[in-house]
């Protein structure tokens, strides 16, 4: 079975999708819509209006964390332990919740509004480091999240401290074991091969002129 995989042509929510799947090493196709041109004609097409979308057996999954927690628990890339599972999901939440702030952030920066940027950038700068002191004391001896095996989460939150190591330079100096983990996870063949081949930012996310 193929897997189709419909995003922005950002990373954003769509990075973490993108790097689960090559995790599982499962086939999937991608079309990349540009925000800007595209989105207006095409959001219908989705029944929340809301990419990232995951076809699966013709069905429409959205959600990023329920498209990645369907993905892990399919192909066996997931903690059993339930509640050790709900407090790894936290985790991936406290990411989304600063991917807000950032997705103002640079809407205020095309919009040229220098104190709405400034604001909510400042959020993105008190708030990873916080999430990185947790999650920093949630990595097991054997490198991954509440787990001795790597997880869909370990993929998940490392395509994201991906994004944000290019956004806040320095900070994964703080957090020794997340950045082991990092690097774990770009080392995972398919993920480093997508990482040398991936497109450049798109204008409206690059992490050039944020600071
Ligand atoms: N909670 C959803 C949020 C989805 C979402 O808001 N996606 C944005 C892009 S990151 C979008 O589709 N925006 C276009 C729109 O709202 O029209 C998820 O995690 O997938």
């Known amino acids: 079975m193929t897997y189709h995989l419909a995003y922005f042509d950002l990373r954003a929510r769509g990075e973490p999708v993108r790097w689960v799947l090559r995790a599982l090493d499962v086939s999937f196709t991608e079309e990349r819509l540009d925000f800007f041109t595209e989105w207006k004609t095409r959001k219908p097409e989705f029944e929340w209006g809301v990419v990232p979308v995951l076809v699966c057996e013709g069905v429409q999954l959205h959600q990023t964390t329920t498209i990645c927690r369907y993905l892990g628990e399919k192909h066996q890339l997931a ?3 339930l509640l050790q599972a709900a407090r790894q999901q936290e985790v991936v939440e406290a990411f989304h919740d600063v991917s807000v702030y950032v997705a103002f952030a640079f809407f205020a920066r095309m919009r040229q509004d220098e104190m709405q940027k400034t604001v909510m ?31 869909w989460v370990d993929v998940f939150v490392a395509a994201y401290l991906d994004t944000y190591d290019n956004y806040l330079p320095g900070t994964l100096a703080a957090a020794p074991k997340v950045k082991c983990l990092l690097e774990h996870v770009k080392a995972i063949p398919s993920i ?11 204008k409206f996310e690059e992490p050039e002129g944020l600071v």
């Open 79 to 81: 903690s059993k332990d």
């Open 121 to 151: 950038w400042d959020k993105v700068k008190i708030r990873i480091p916080e999430l990185l002191k947790n999650l920093e004391t949630r990595i097991t001896k054997q490198g991954w999240i509440l787990s001795s095996e790597m997880t």
């Open 192 to 202: 480093k091969t997508w990482i040398e081949e991936r497109p450049d930012w798109q």
